[in-house]
Nanobody, 113 residues
Framework: QLVESGGGSVQPGGSLRLSCTAS????????IGWYRQRSGNERDLVAI???????NYGDSVKGRFTISRDSAKNTVFLQMNSLKPEDAAVYYC?????????WGQGTQVTVSS
């Protein structure tokens, strides 16, 4: 089970930090990361920890978003800085465990003035 939190409304240029807490050890879930879905669009990769441990980012968020994790808390974070209106979406945490992909319930991020 993956549970997201931290979404909300922010003005352009602002910051938010999302959290994704897993019900099991992060070492059992790989890859694990963040995706987002804007209205009417597909779910796109935002940031991810690959099975190798390396990080990968979507082109539109490079340099602004940072993925990190706290293994002791089974939690993956997404620090989002310099937010733009086009970053507004439902953000999902997703991870692969035992060859199955699991998703959180999603958290809404709104960016507007």
């Amino acid at each position: 089970q993956l549970v997201e939190s931290g979404g909300g409304s922010v003005q352009p240029g602002g910051s938010l930090r999302l959290s994704c807490t897993a019900s099991r050890a992060l070492s059992d879930i790989a890859p694990i990361g963040w995706y987002r879905q804007r209205s009417g669009n597909e779910r796109d990769l935002v940031a991810i920890f690959l099975s190798s441990g390396h990080q990968n980012y979507g082109d539109s968020v490079k340099g602004r978003f940072t993925i990190s994790r706290d293994s002791a808390k089974n939690t993956v974070f997404l620090q989002m800085n310099s937010l733009k209106p086009e970053d507004a979406a439902v953000y999902y945490c997703g991870g692969v465990y035992n060859k199955f992909t699991y998703w959180g319930q999603g958290t809404q991020v709104t960016v507007s003035s």
